[in-house]
């Protein structure tokens, strides 16, 4: 068995002997794919040589498509870098835009920790607190925005019946608080006056 692998025959025969009674298996396989080949009907020179040719241009056509795209967007890159950093607001925006958030948050928590469990002797006090926080929220906004962007920001068309809603809401829940002094009301707009914000 050992001889098989190494290819040696026995001490008895010659080395012409071996190479005739024992060939190898990488030569075996090597005779049995050149008769396949050859009943199929098709070299495997050309067959091999073809489909790689065909492959390799196909890859370098793939390969070539995509570095034009790449480098298009690199070269327009310095533009594009230009516009999207003219959109990000200011180191003094964004502190006027936390300030304000941050005060708006503070009114809105004040308004419903200690003003709305006494909203039914006092509905002026919640309305107002609810209110201003709602003011400072929007204004946070205008803060970060800036006034121009945002007023057409809330005008668009899709926007205007929101920002008509909340405005509305926030001077109905003003007056049916301050100087109507109705708790039903107040608790009606003060929840519109959440929903179109």
């Not at 050309?46 to 480098?71: P, Q």
């Not at 709602?134 to 920001?153: D, E, M, T, W, Y």
């Not at 668009?156 to 301050?178: A, D, H, N, Q, W």
């Amino acid at each position: 068995m050992q001889s098989w692998f190494t290819g040696s025959g026995g001490a008895a025969q010659s080395s012409g002997d071996v190479e005739q009674t024992s060939p190898s298996l990488l030569a075996d396989w090597n005779s049995y794919a050149a008769s396949r080949d050859s009943e199929d009907g098709i070299g495997s020179s050309t067959s091999l040589g073809f489909d790689l040719e065909a492959a390799v241009r196909s890859a370098n056509d793939k390969v070539s498509g995509t570095f034009n795209v790449v480098s298009k967007g690199v070269r327009d890159l310095p533009g594009n870098l230009q516009t999207a950093t003219s959109s990000v607001p200011s180191g003094k925006a964004l502190m006027y835009f936390g300030l304000f958030l941050a005060t708006g948050v503070f009114f809105v928590f004040i308004a419903f920790t200690m003003f709305l469990p006494v909203m039914v002797l006092m509905p002026q006090k919640f309305a107002i607190c609810f209110t201003l926080g709602c003011i400072f929220i929007i204004g946070s906004f205008f803060a970060l925005k800036g006034p121009k962007n945002q007023l057409a920001h809330m005008s668009s068309k899709e926007r205007l019946p929101f920002t008509l809603g909340f405005i509305g809401s926030m001077v109905g829940t003003i007056y049916v608080s301050m100087v109507l002094h109705s708790y039903i009301l107040s608790v009606f707009f003060s929840v519109l006056q959440r929903c179109m914000l």
